[in-house]
């Protein structure tokens, strides 16, 4: 019988703990597509579900992970057969079934993707959520008329995984992006991704005024909280927000002064749940004229072992990019 090794995630009397063990394929949660893991990735989520640090998972134990990248063991479904390249991202993987960060992840076929042309397995890892996150925000933003050469377009937390992949996705798409960040050692970093302006956290200030000077044709924002408002009342008219995520608060202080007077666009960004058709549009474009010309310096390759220290590295804002895991059968 084939065993593997997994990053287990166990409920140990109210304390949420992780810890490497032994599985067999037959231990896995049920699905109709099994994949030998190649890798995995990081995100902030995988280290708030891992940690305890926020009540995202529904059973226990479970596999942590919430994307993998792999081939196809077996399948009981004719769209996919044995050697085909696969993702999985979002759905219910590594919060209510068995995640990525295993040797093998089994699945229901409706949430596989086919590796599109253009990604290796490393790459659509690289990616993973968070980069899946910022394609698909980019994605709603011109769908909501932003394109090239409207003016600036801001990305906030931009050191992150979402926010490293959109700055260099929108520089790539020909865009010019502003990188916000709060740390100040990093401006050469996300320059090296094409931001050509940094601007600090510090910017995002109340000033007591519903609405500031109109600046950005797009933002993509993975922080929420008051760098939210303060977008809210600094947007071109007409022009759109893409919110994916609470780094910076989920409590939100505004006016609708900002919609209603110049028509700003809140897009809220579920890369969850997104429908399947949007799916795969988003993976094409991340294949294509929206992949980062060096996907390679936002990635750092882990082990299963070293996901302790990742995670505790993303709670505490220290990360950088993106963690690629192996995840114990590429």
Same mark, same amino acid.
């Given at each position: 019988?084939?065993?593997?090794e997994a990053?287990?995630?166990?409920?140990?009397?109210?304390?949420?703990q992780?810890r490497?063990?032994r599985?067999?394929?037959?231990e896995l949660?049920?699905?109709?597509?099994?994949?030998?893991?190649?890798y995995?990735s990081?995100?902030?989520?995988?280290?708030?579900a891992?940690?305890?640090?926020?009540?995202?998972?529904?059973?226990?134990?479970?596999n942590?992970?919430?994307?993998?990248?792999?081939?196809?063991?077996a399948s009981t479904?004719i769209?996919f057969?044995e050697g085909?390249?696969?993702i999985?991202t979002?759905?219910?993987l590594?919060?209510?079934?068995d995640?990525g960060?295993?040797?093998?992840?089994?699945?229901?076929?409706?949430? #596989?993707?086919?590796?599109p042309?253009g !990604?290796?397995?490393?790459?659509?890892?690289?990616?993973?959520?968070?980069g899946?996150t910022?394609g698909?925000?980019?994605v709603?933003?011109?769908?909501?008329?932003l394109?090239?050469?409207?003016g600036?377009?801001?990305?906030?937390g931009?050191t992150?995984?979402v926010?490293?992949?959109?700055?260099?996705? !929108?520089?790539a798409?020909?865009y010019? #992006?502003?990188?916000?960040?709060g740390?100040?050692?990093?401006h050469?970093?996300l320059?090296?991704?094409?931001a050509?302006?940094?601007?600090?956290?510090?910017a995002?200030?109340?000033?007591?005024?519903?609405?500031?000077?109109a600046?950005?044709a797009g933002a993509?924002?993975?922080?929420?909280?008051g760098i939210?408002a303060?977008?809210?009342r600094?947007m071109?008219?007409?022009?759109?927000?893409a919110?994916?995520g609470?780094?910076?608060g #989920?409590?939100?202080?505004?006016?609708?002064?900002p919609?209603?007077l110049?028509?700003v666009n809140l897009?809220?960004?579920?890369?969850?749940?997104?429908?399947?058709?949007?799916?795969?549009e988003?993976w094409r474009r991340?294949?294509?004229?929206?992949?980062?010309a060096?996907?390679?310096?936002?990635a750092?390759?882990?082990g299963l072992?070293e996901?302790?220290?990742?995670?505790?590295?993303l709670l505490?804002?220290?990360?950088?990019?993106?963690?690629?895991?192996?995840?114990?059968?590429?």
């Amino acid at each position: 019988m084939t065993t593997f090794e997994a990053f287990r995630i166990f409920d140990d009397n109210g304390a949420i703990q992780g810890r490497l063990v032994r599985q067999s394929i037959d231990e896995l949660s049920a699905g109709d597509v099994t994949i030998k893991a190649a890798y995995s990735s990081v995100n902030y989520k995988d280290a708030l579900a891992a940690t305890g640090a926020g009540k995202i998972l529904r059973r226990f134990p479970l596999n942590g992970g919430i994307d993998v990248a792999g081939a196809v063991a077996a399948s009981t479904d004719i769209r996919f057969r044995e050697g085909d390249e696969v993702i999985v991202t979002g759905y219910d993987l590594g919060v209510g079934q068995d995640g990525g960060f295993a040797g093998y992840v089994r699945v229901p076929a409706g949430w #596989v993707v086919q590796l599109p042309h253009g !990604l290796t397995l490393f790459d659509a890892m690289t990616l993973g959520t968070a980069g899946f996150t910022a394609g698909l925000s980019i994605v709603r933003l011109e769908h909501n008329g932003l394109a090239p050469g409207a003016g600036p377009v801001i990305v906030t937390g931009a050191t992150g995984g979402v926010g490293s992949i959109a700055v260099a996705a !929108l520089s790539a798409r020909g865009y010019s #992006v502003t990188a916000m960040t709060g740390k100040e050692s990093e401006h050469d970093y996300l320059r090296s991704l094409g931001a050509s302006a940094v601007l600090p956290r510090s910017a995002a200030q109340e000033t007591g005024r519903p609405l500031d000077k109109a600046t950005w044709a797009g933002a993509v924002d993975p922080a929420g909280g008051g760098i939210l408002a303060w977008l809210t009342r600094t947007m071109q008219p007409g022009a759109g927000i893409a919110c994916s995520g609470l780094t910076a608060g #989920v409590d939100v202080r505004t006016t609708v002064l900002p919609f209603i007077l110049r028509g700003v666009n809140l897009l809220g960004i579920d890369s969850v749940a997104c429908p399947m058709p949007l799916r795969l549009e988003v993976w094409r474009r991340l294949a294509g004229d929206l992949k980062p010309a060096a996907l390679t310096g936002i990635a750092t390759e882990i082990g299963l072992a070293e996901l302790p220290g990742a995670f505790q590295r993303l709670l505490k804002g220290e990360a950088r990019g993106r963690f690629v895991v192996r995840a114990g059968a590429a």
